[in-house]
Each structure stands twice: as C-alpha cells, then as structure tokens.
C-alpha cells in the first residue's frame, strides 16, 4: 500500500497505524556504492537494487533488496511546513554551521566543511563532490538528508550523517568516506 509521512512518521493509507522509517539509507530506486569506505549504522531498503563494489565499506545491519514491503515515502509538504527556512529555487550550503529544517525547492549542493544540525530536505536532487569535512546531526527530526531526487556523492571524505538518508531517485556513492547511522 502507499504510505504518506509527515516528519518522520509515516501513516498508510489504508490503515491508521505508525510505522517508522527504519533504515539509516533508504530508496525506492537502487542504491550504488562504489569504492566507498566507513560504516552504515542501520539497515539499507531498496525497492531497486544495492551495488557496493571493490570498497571496505561496513553495513552494521541488514540489506533489504527490491523490498516487496512498502517503503516510506517522506511528505514534502509536510516537511516544507515544518521547515525553519524555506529556499525557492537551488542552494549550495558553503562553509559554516546551520541548524533546522532546511527546505529548498530545487537542488542543493554541500561543500566542505559544513555542520548541519537538523535536516536538509529538496525537491531535486542533493550532491556533494570533491568535500570533505561534512557532517549532518538529525536529532530529533530523526531523517538527516532527504532527496525528492537522487543524493549522490563523489570523491569526498570525512563525511558524518547521524539520522535517515533518502533519495526517491536513488543514492550513488563513489569514492566516499562515510559513517551513516540512526
């Protein structure tokens, strides 16, 4: 059944009961992994397929590929709502600290030496390449990054993410130093 989520509780459709989402990286689509090194903290669901090739890079949980149960699908209205700052259009969060929720319709992109404390939420697409030095803390909001398009990430290193990370497009990793957990 499709779920709608409004912050980080989902609600199915057809019944009335909460469901949480329950990995610390989750798509709908596939999620690549390529080279990558450090530790993922949680569960990764996938309604596509998981590729983690020639890298040192841990799960400390379970891989869940083509998941045949629902997968929480974030309400972005909801979380445009809930957002402290609302950017129309792209954002590229230079060198500094933020906290909050962090909503920009459109794509954003993270340099080096950014610390988010709260939530990055786009309707496009959320990138980080040739960075390092990134770390994202989710508290209570409890999803750190969500991309109503694909979050990628290249060439990067020194990369922290502590709460969900979701792209509805997929997630791609190469070359990336990442510890990720829930």
Not at 53 to 58: D, Q
Request: aromatic share 6%.
């Amino acid at each position: 059944g499709v779920q709608t989520c409004a912050l980080p509780i989902c609600f199915p459709v057809t019944i009335q009961v909460d469901v949480l989402f329950d990995s610390a990286i989750q798509s709908t689509q596939n999620i690549n992994m390529n080279h990558d090194s450090g530790t993922i903290s949680g569960d990764v669901t996938t309604g596509g397929n998981y590729n983690s090739n020639s890298g040192s890079l841990i799960v400390q949980g379970t891989v869940n590929l083509n998941s045949t149960d629902p997968i929480p699908v974030p309400d972005l209205t909801a979380w445009q709502a809930a957002a402290t700052t609302v950017v129309n259009g792209d954002k590229t969060f230079s060198s500094g600290t933020y906290s909050g929720i962090r909503f920009v319709q459109g794509n954003v992109s993270i340099n080096s030496n950014v610390t988010m404390n709260g939530t990055i939420v786009a309707t496009g697409n959320i990138q980080f390449s040739n960075q390092s030095s990134i770390t994202v803390l989710a508290g209570n909001n409890k999803a750190a990054l969500i991309a109503g398009g694909s979050l990628t990430g290249s060439n990067s290193s020194n990369i922290y993410v502590e709460g969900l990370v979701y792209g509805s497009q997929g997630i791609n990793f190469n070359n990336q130093s990442i510890v990720t957990g829930k």
